[in-house]
């Protein structure tokens, strides 16, 4: 446990101090209760206003993963998740950094699928009834300590690429279009509108 969180500390400290690509340096936590992207000339996000909710729109999923230090769909990274009954607190929205798997885009923001370590086939049942649904997808090098883990597939979320802490690991292509499957069918494939 203490490893863990050593690793996490370096890990803050590497992204607080290391210039990205474009030339500016990533912020070493969440972002602030009144962050979101907006668009800059170069297209790349800046912070304005609060997190704009959940994406509930059609997701056209894309697979590019580039392990370059910026964060691209196929890979898993870690950011700041707003819990999903305080996504619409603008003032004081409460989350969870936590792994995520980058699926597409929706303008200067990424869109996520969230990942947990924790079992959900023993509360399959439960987890359904309030509208969470998991999918297996095995370890990987996102996890320090090797724990399989899961993805919620019927939950879109926004992430600031600015607001990546680090990148995981890439997930392979199969399982990606396994996760898009699924998160297409408990979406349903006709959602329209953000």
């Known amino acids: 446990m203490a490893n863990r969180w050593l690793n996490l500390l370096l890990d803050v400290l590497r992204s607080a101090t290391r210039p990205s690509s474009r030339g500016t340096t990533r912020p070493s ?3 602030s209760a009144t962050s979101r992207p907006s668009t800059t000339r170069r297209g790349a996000p800046t912070r304005t206003t609060g997190y704009p909710g959940d994406y509930t729109g059609t997701v056209r999923p894309v697979y590019s993963p580039s392990l370059d230090g910026e964060p691209d769909p196929g ?13 619409n607190n603008v003032n004081n929205p409460r989350g969870k950094d ?25 509360d399959a049942a439960q ?12 370890s990987g090098p996102w996890d320090g300590q090797g724990r399989p883990s899961e993805v ?15 990148e995981g690991a890439v997930l392979d292509k199969r399982r990606f279009d396994q996760v898009v499957a ?13």
Not at 99 to 122: C, E, N, Y
């Open 127 to 138: 987890e359904a009834r309030y509208g969470r649904l998991w999918m297996d997808i095995g």
């Open 152 to 166: 919620r597939i019927n939950r879109v979320i926004r992430v600031d690429p600015h607001a990546v802490r680090r």
């Open 182 to 194: 699924a998160m297409q069918k408990a979406r349903g494939s006709g959602r329209r509108g953000r």
């Open 29 to 31: 936590s969440r972002p």
């Open 98 to 122: 936590r792994p995520v798997l980058l699926i597409g885009r929706d303008g200067p923001w990424l869109l996520a699928l969230q990942l947990t370590s924790k079992d959900h086939d023993r």
């Open 75 to 87: 890979e898993v990274v870690w950011t700041w998740v707003p819990y999903e009954e305080d996504q």
